[in-house]
């Protein structure tokens, strides 16, 4: 029988409340994972499932060191078994997508790992988890699934990393993929999902990642924006900065002035949008104040790029090359 391995770290899929018919008031992260796993019986049918638990915390609380524990773990479990089939992380899905792009520019290996959450507590009436559970392991255990990377599966479609993004705060079909939509989707028939195209960039295949982290804070753009986040984060010397512009990423006179005026040492920066949609196209003037182009990315999987690229030493030329393997630049 085909091996799995099931990683748990909490969430709302594992999450609980005082009775079935309270679908916000609930405490995440309560339930483990191997009580997920005997919530669906059906699993036992489809694969030898081992069951680990990382952490049981709502994602919001989630730590750069469960990100090192799930890197470390899924690189040892594929290079310890060739016959393993894939990973399956049990994920609240306020960041799930921040880990699902995490995992994609770091996880090597041909074999599939998937992420799933839920929108409603594991005590709810019609909670989503154990459907999506069952559904994500179905995914996992596909040979079509092969070669994609990280994937993520909710409400019976299939996600991309890099596109897939929580855009709802309530209902069950919170998930989509702006500009392109789910790669496929999975029922009792299968999983319909075209075989995966040629190699796939993996840019910190072989990084380590240390204990301490940059810090790599968020600007926000908005009618007359105070300078003064813009102007602190500079004065703060953070290595990182991903500016959340209006419009098409674009920034405001006084964010401007206030790079302009800058003396010091610039952060390495990217220009993403607050649309939700869309790219962001690169601008000569932008570029000069040391804004590069996020591209496709929104603005949490920017940070998440950044904090790599930080990680593994990148400057602005080498992080300009990485946009342009990701075919993120446009």
Partial sequence: MNRLLLLATGGTIAGCADDSATLNDYTAGVLGGDALLAAVPQLQDLATITVEQVANVDSADLLFEHWRALVARIRDAFAADPELAGVVITHGTNTLEETAWFLQLLIDDPRPVVLVGAMRPATALSADGPLNL????????SPVARGYGVLVVMDGQIHGAQRVTKVATQGVGAFA??????????????????TASGPRQVPFAGLALPEQWPQVPIVYGSVEPEPLLLTACLNARVPGLVFTGTGAGQLSAAERSALQAWSGKRPLMLRANRCGSGPVHSHSDDERLGLLSAGSLNPQKARVLLLLCLLAGVDRGGLSARLLKLELVN
Avoid: E, K, M, T
């Fill in 177 to 194: 993929s702006p500009g392109s939509g789910p790669l496929g989707r999975v029922d009792d028939v299968g999983v319909h999902l075209p």
């Fill in 134 to 141: 069952l559904q994500a392991v179905q995914v996992a255990l």
